[in-house]
């Protein structure tokens, strides 16, 4: 049996495999021509995409018994790429390859790089220290999927029939890069709902926050759709500052 689950350890590597080779997609699609709609819809597209990989190479290397060290690394330097560095990429080619800081009349220093920067690299700190040290009912600090499903529903629900001031758009960038650094608990969704609710309960509740946004879709268009669970990860992201905040007037109170 354990030969066979060594066998059988390539199954969730090829989704991790998939989730890395989608962001670099991505990357390219976001940098080969600057500010482009269409190729920022479909970078964000593969995005999304990616983050389905990265929870099917979890459950799949549950359901096999093929966890093992170098599947978590390829996790990790997956999960850099395409939750790091391609949102990174999008939100550059998005909003920020015409910010400069003029220095003299023939000198720019380039803001928007600078700014964009940041990302990676909280990104990269957010995954080294999950690899260190990992709480198994809450995260740590924001995850970088979450932050990077973010970045990837703005090009799809603010381009054309909503449109955000770009400057709000880079304070939600910031802040979810500030958030993946910070120490600010997140409960795991997956092992809440697991333990409050049935298979059954679960699967319907699913079921209809699908049907929502496939209504919000053909109803009102599809920036509407991506609206509708961009707000839903934004109330989220939310619940770990609600949840500081309470613990916080707790100890106070103490």
Known sequence: MGFLTNRLGWVPNLFTLGNLWLGFFSILLSL???????LLRVAGGLIILAVLCDGLDGFAARLLNAQSEVGAQLDSLADLTTFGIAPAALMYSLSMSDLLIPVNERLSLPAGMILAGLYPAC?????????????????????SPVAGLIIALMPLAFQETLLIPAPILIGVYVACAYLMVSTLRYSKVQVTMVRRFSPIRLALAVFFLIGVLIFLGLRYGGDFSAAGLFAIIILYIVSGLVTFILHLIQELRV
């Open 123 to 143: 990104a990269a700190f957010r995954l080294a220290r999950f690899n260190v040290a990992h709480d198994d009912d809450h995260f740590i600090g924001l995850p």
């Open 32 to 38: 080969q021509n600057i500010g482009n709609p269409d």
